[in-house]
T-cell receptor, first 111, second 109 residues
Framework: DTGVSQDPRHKITKRGQNVTFRCDPI?????LYWYRQTLGQGPEFLTY????????KSRLLSDRFSAERPKGSFSTLEIQRTEQGDSAMYLC?????????FGPGTRLTVL | QQPVQSPQAVILREGEDAVINCSSS?????VHWYRQKHGEAPVFLMI?????EQKGHDKISASFNEKKQQSSLYLTASQLSYSGTYFC??????????FGAGTRLTVKP
């Protein structure tokens, strides 16, 4: 257990539905990252927060994806109008200047 | 911007050594190394910051050559528990993290 929690751990949804994932980072870490990982690939960067500020968002991310980190604590990642290609493991990572710990991930399956 | 890892896969016998390389086309501020086992999240091994330092953790160590924008992970006297996929993550000054495609390491008895 790295101290980073994600909820839910698994989500099955139908194409076209909206889904929201939550990440609770390690409390003293001010940076939070979201990644997407598919089988056999490395984590793919989605977005990054320093405290409550979203500092970077991948150009690969369509307008259907949005992330927030109100008050610089937990973060949410929302996917609107899900597509089958969105099926993947969504990983959150909590980071300090010298460490970065991943949460257990949320596995999304879009039918 | 994604770093390139080599080799893609390596098979070792217990007790043998291995080197995994990671190179980037852009200037780096830090390099992270992770190990991921099947069905689990990546586990943090170590971070190397700009400065060319070398770090070690038990029998796993790494080096970072910022001028060449390269890092290497050294696994000595490998154990069965070392099996997994190793990823390097690289970041510039703005902390934009990018991961390589991974190196699959298999350690056999």
């Amino acid at each position: 257990d790295t101290g980073v929690s994600q909820d839910p751990r698994h989500k099955i949804t139908k194409r076209g539905q909206n889904v929201t994932f939550r990440c609770d980072p390690i409390s003293e870490h001010n940076r939070l990252y979201w990644y997407r990982q598919t089988l056999g690939q490395g984590p793919e960067f989605l977005t990054y927060f320093q405290n409550e500020a979203q500092l970077e968002k991948s150009r690969l991310l369509s307008d259907r994806f949005s992330a927030e980190r109100p008050k610089g604590s937990f973060s949410t990642l929302e996917i609107q109008r899900t597509e089958q290609g969105d099926s993947a493991m969504y990983l959150c990572a909590s980071s300090s200047p010298n460490t970065q710990y991943f949460g257990p991930g949320t596995r999304l399956t879009v039918l | 911007q994604q770093p390139v890892q080599s080799p893609q896969a390596v098979i070792l016998r217990e007790g043998e050594d291995a080197v995994i390389n990671c190179s980037s086309s852009k200037a780096l501020y830090s390099v992270h190394w992770y190990r991921q086992k099947h069905g689990e999240a990546p586990v943090f091994l170590m971070i190397l910051l700009k400065g060319g330092e070398q770090k070690g953790h038990d029998k796993i160590s790494a080096s970072f050559n910022e001028k060449k924008q390269q890092s290497s992970l050294y696994l000595t006297a490998s154990q069965l528990s070392y099996s997994g996929t190793y990823f390097c993550g690289t970041a510039g000054n703005n902390n934009d993290m990018r991961f390589g495609a991974g190196t699959r390491l298999t350690v056999k008895p």
